[in-house]
Structure formats: structure tokens, C-alpha cells
């Protein structure tokens, strides 16, 4: 190739560049460019616990985690320290809400729920704890979705209910457009209230019909008391049904005490009340009963079974010997011993003399 042929296949190139067409950096079209959906509800919830909870305790813990994707975990804390360190912990951790798992003896569990920017806060006894894993029940929701809650129709009615139902949504509810949670509602959380206890159910919507499947955890909040800031503050309400768990079980113990004394009781009372004759039953009824025939028949039967053992035994009375009787032996007198009569022969002799 010359040096000619090179210069027009460079001018070529340049005059096919320059034909075709520049595409503008900028897309333009009707449609407006989708921008990501800010996160306005930044409320985050500090859930940890007390050094002394139960396995089963613990347990719970992890599923409220599971089901809650806008909470902060947190080490236990130490009994020595008061419920006030919880305010700073909380504000280290830029939580505006927590949940403290508080246990006792191992056996008891104490639940509080605070606000931690102004309060309230609410002291809870849980009672009947079931786990997700204990139950193994068929439900199931997709982990970090949104959950729908439902309150009872009584938590309009009293002033203290309504603010627990207030607390109640902020804690639980997943903020719209979290990070960590997905855009779906597939399980319902069902708040009610009975025997002035605070029932929690988790059940998943299998169709839009309204059938569910509960998937768990089980608990029931007992309130105890109520107070204006968080972890302390002026008692707002106290529950005048509210029995701890330490009266309960001495209570119990003392009806156990009572167990001998209320058997004896019952016995005697069950003596009194014995009637000393029975009903008066007439045996001819049977023969009522059912097909005549065959009653009249059984009758007969039974009643010469009845004359044919008594022949039996008056027959063997007959044939019985009487038994034998030993006899006495005579006993003979022995006859008594007469002396013989010496006196008369001397007087013999002494006759002969004279």
C-alpha cells in the first residue's frame, strides 16, 4: 500500500464519522426517573436483657429479634446497675425506644417497654411463654416483613389501655421504607385483652379471604404499673388485680397445707350423707325386661336349678352319719376296807379264862 492509497482511506473514515450521529448524554422521555423513598420513621428499639433470665426467656428474646428488623441487640446488663443507666445506653446506641427482659430466681420474667426521649414506661409480668420453637406450628412469614396490628375493641375504652396501645404501635411497628424490612404484609400481630391481661398472638394471612396460621411466639403482659418517665417518673396507674408471683405460690403452699384437713372433712361429710338402706329392689322386675318368653324361660330355669340343689343338700343332710361320740367309762367305787374284829376274840379267850 502507498502512501496515497493510506490518505484517502483516512479521509474515508474521517467523512463516515463524521456522518453518523452523536446520542445525547441525557435520556430524554415522558416518564419521570423513580428516585428511592426516603426512611422518615428512624425509630429504633434497644431490646436486651438482665443477667438471670431462663433458657426459655432467652428464647423469646431471640424471636421478638427476629420478628423486629428495626431493633439494636445489646449485651446483658448487670443487676448491680440501676434501670436509669438503660436512658444512656439507649442514647449511645441511637435508640428512641427499648425493651429490658428483667428476671427473677430464674423463674420469673418482668417485661419493660419505654419511650426513651420523654417516657412513659410500663412494667409487664409475662406469664404462659411459648416460643416458635416449642410450639412448631405451620405458619410462616417472610423475615423483615411488615407486620399489620390489631387491637381489641377495649383498648378504646380505659384511658390507660389507650396509651399502652400507643406505646404498643411505636415498639412494634416496622417504620415505612426501613433498610432491613421488605414491602409486604403477610403476618398480623392480634393484641386482646382479657382477665386484665394483655393476650399476644402472630399469625400469618394465607389469603386475602382472612385465613390464618399462627406462626408464634405465645405470651401474655400482665401490666403492673405505669410510669411519667422512662424507667422512673410518678406512678401514672397501678393495677389493683396485679398479684406477684412470689403471694401466688405461698398461697398455693398453704392450700397443700390444708390438703389432710379438707380429706377428713370430705370423709365425714360423705358419711353423714350415706343413707343407711339402699333403694328397695324388686326382683320380679327382670322379668320385664326384653321378650317374655325367653324371660319366663330363664325364669324357670333359675327356679328349678334352685329346687334341684336344694333336693341335693336335703339328701346329703340324710346320708351324713352322725358323728361319733366317745363313750364315758364306768367308774367303779372301790369298796371300803373293814377291819376284822380282834376285840371279840379276846373277849372269847378272856371268857374261856374265867
Known amino acids: 500500500m502507498t502512501l496515497k492509497q493510506y490518505n484517502v482511506l483516512k479521509r474515508k473514515r474521517k467523512q463516515e464519522n463524521n456522518d453518523v450521529q452523536v446520542v445525547p448524554a441525557k435520556k430524554i422521555s415522558d416518564e419521570l426517573v423513580t428516585t428511592k423513598p426516603k426512611w422518615i420513621n428512624r425509630h429504633r428499639v434497644l431490646i436486651f436483657a438482665t ?12 424471636d421478638l429479634k427476629t420478628l423486629m428488623p428495626h431493633h439494636r441487640p445489646e449485651c ?52 404462659n411463654i411459648y416460643t416458635m420453637g416449642e410450639l412448631k406450628l405451620t405458619g410462616n412469614c417472610l423475615k423483615g416483613s411488615r407486620p399489620l396490628l390489631s387491637f381489641d375493641e377495649s383498648f378504646i375504652k380505659h384511658t390507660h389501655y389507650s396509651l399502652l396501645k400507643e406505646l404498643l404501635t411505636q415498639i412494634f411497628g416496622v417504620p415505612y421504607h426501613h433498610p432491613k424490612s421488605q414491602p409486604f404484609y403477610d403476618h398480623v400481630y392480634i393484641f386482646s385483652i382479657l382477665d386484665h391481661r394483655i393476650w399476644f398472638r402472630n399469625f400469618q394471612i394465607l389469603t386475602e379471604d382472612g385465613a390464618l396460621a399462627e406462626i408464634g411466639p405465645r405470651f401474655v403482659l400482665n401490666p403492673v404499673k405505669i410510669f411519667a418517665k422512662s424507667f422512673n417518673g410518678d406512678i401514672l396507674w397501678d393495677n389493683p388485680n396485679y398479684v ?7 398461697s398455693l403452699t398453704k392450700k397443700a397445707a390444708g390438703k389432710y384437713i379438707n380429706r377428713i372433712e370430705q370423709k365425714m361429710a360423705r358419711e353423714a350423707s350415706k343413707p343407711e338402706q339402699s333403694y328397695a329392689l324388686n326382683p320380679t322386675d327382670e322379668i320385664f325386661k326384653g321378650e317374655l318368653l325367653k324371660k319366663a324361660l330363664e325364669v324357670q330355669e333359675k327356679f328349678e336349678a334352685l329346687n334341684g340343689n336344694e333336693e341335693i343338700t336335703s339328701d346329703k343332710v340324710k346320708r351324713v352319719k352322725k358323728p361319733v361320740t366317745e363313750k364315758k367309762k364306768a367308774v367303779v367305787k372301790k369298796k371300803p376296807v373293814v377291819k376284822k374284829k380282834t376285840i371279840k376274840k379276846s373277849t372269847s379267850k378272856s371268857r374261856l379264862e374265867t
Open 51 to 62: 443477667r438471670g433470665i431462663n433458657h426459655r426467656h432467652r428464647h423469646l428474646m431471640e
Open 76 to 127: 446483658k446488663m448487670e443487676r448491680t446497675k440501676t434501670l436509669q443507666v438503660v436512658n444512656e445506653m439507649c442514647e449511645m446506641k441511637n435508640c428512641n425506644k427499648a425493651i429490658l427482659f428483667e428476671g427473677r430466681l430464674k423463674r420469673d420474667l418482668y417485661m419493660w417497654i419505654a419511650n426513651v426521649s420523654a417516657g412513659p414506661s410500663v412494667k409487664f409480668l409475662v406469664e
Open 244 to 250: 406477684s408471683p412470689a403471694k401466688y405460690r405461698q
